[in-house]
């Protein structure tokens, strides 16, 4: 399987990629092959920070995804990863309101624990022998590595930050934490994340060198990507991104869509085409409806034609909301029931934890680190 098509037409993503995206798409492929065979070996391990509500950036690119695995049975842990807040911001912010909304967000599409039994959500602060993880897995890799991370050079300049803590330079490792301590090995992502994820696989690679004498403690996790693996926002030209404030949120209701659509970026020309190279405004709108209906954005492209960009995002705004209303209806029967929450974490932080205990307790074992002198 070359992608995860859901028509017959051609992929939709033709720009231009580097040799890392090409690789990490292979292998990203190949284990979705291999899932159809076998699924029953695999772990999940994926997660968001709570900065604000989750957008279809984060459905397409990766939540669709993680609905897909849960459903083929597979183990699934969501880490919120509240402490990352931290890494291009000095403070939590709403962090009460947005841990709440994330939970809402992810039960809204599917992914509860209470419907599911193979998902655990938690928050990794919760989780402290997680956070123990880091400090060996620090040692593994070196600044230079760490430096020349795109992601994090992009996320700088997007946040016009003067300078990055070291907890944002360390992303990486602490990410590498949340994968690993659960045995993480399916990771779907947006491609933002290759470049951690990169990394992740390193960790574990030269952990089992290293310090477990070639055991195989840790797995190499593999990003999964999604048939268009990086949403732009509305502005066009950037990832569609909670902190960019060029998202449709999950939680908008129909208006506040239809508004959003509205002020989306497009270009002068009457005539649409579909052309993400020439036309990356117009192209990401196409594609967002080729997702939400299942037609290639081809199609749709020959269909509006000269109707121009209006009649574009008119489509746009009536087969999303189309899209998003079974979403909008749990969401508001879960609002009515607010312990659901404290149930989901309380659940999660005990099965997190219960894992990255034995982790450590392996980690501590093959190091040298545990202690009876007696
Ligand atoms: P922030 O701006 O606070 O960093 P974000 O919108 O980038 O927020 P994250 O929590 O950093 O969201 O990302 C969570 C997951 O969603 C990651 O796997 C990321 O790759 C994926 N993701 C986020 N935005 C997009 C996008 N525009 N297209 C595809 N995947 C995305
Ligand atoms: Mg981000």
């Not at 720009?15 to 076998?38: G, H, N, P, V, Y």
């Not at 960790?203 to 190499?220: D, M």
């Not at 998202?247 to 209701?253: F, G």
């Not at 929450?341 to 680190?369: C, F, P, Y």
């Amino acid at each position: 399987m070359t992608t995860q098509p859901h028509h017959d037409t051609p992929p939709i993503s033709h720009t231009s990629e580097s040799k890392t995206f090409i690789q990490a798409k292979a292998l990203s492929d190949r284990i979705w092959d291999q899932l159809k065979e076998d699924a029953s070996k695999y772990r999940m391990l994926t997660g968001d920070r709570p900065t604000g509500p989750l957008h279809i950036g984060h459905y397409f690119g990766s939540l669709a995804n993680r609905i897909k695995l849960q459903k083929m049975g597979i183990e699934s842990f969501i880490v919120i990863a509240d402490y990352q807040v931290l890494t291009d911001r000095d403070d939590v912010g709403q962090i009460q309101r947005h841990v709440r909304d994330l939970i809402l967000d992810y039960a809204s599409v599917g992914l509860n624990p209470f419907e599911h039994d193979n998902t655990t959500i938690f928050c990794h602060s919760q989780i402290p022998e997680l956070n123990q993880l880091i400090l060996p897995f620090s040692t593994l890799v070196s600044v230079s590595e760490l430096q020349k991370n795109p992601t994090i050079k992009e996320e700088a300049q997007a946040m016009k930050l003067n300078n990055i803590s070291a907890c944002m330079l360390t992303y990486p490792i602490h990410q590498a934490a949340d994968i690993l301590f659960c045995h993480g090995q399916l990771v779907p992502v947006g491609k933002d994340q290759l470049p951690h994820l990169e990394l992740s696989r390193k960790i574990a690679r030269r952990f089992n060198e290293r310090y477990a004498r070639n055991k195989n403690v840790f797995r190499e996790p593999t990003a999964l990507l999604a048939e268009v693996p990086m949403i732009s926002g509305l502005d066009g030209s950037q990832k569609m991104s909670k902190s960019r404030h060029n998202t449709i949120n999950l939680n908008m209701t129909e208006k506040e869509t239809i508004k959003a659509i509205k002020r989306a970026k497009t270009d002068t020309e009457r005539m649409i085409t579909f052309d993400p190279v020439n036309r990356p405004e117009v192209s990401n709108l196409l594609t967002l409806l080729s997702l939400c209906t299942d037609r290639s954005p081809q199609s749709w492209a020959e269909e509006i034609g000269d109707g121009g960009g209006g009649m574009l995002k008119q489509c746009l705004a009536n087969h999303l909301n189309i899209f998003l209303a079974p979403i909008r209806e749990r969401r508001r029967a879960l609002e009515s029931r607010p312990e659901f929450i404290q149930e989901v974490l309380d659940h999660g932080t005990r099965r997190a934890r219960k894992v990255a205990i034995e982790t450590l307790d392996t980690v501590r074992s093959v190091m040298q680190m545990q202690y009876n002198f007696k």
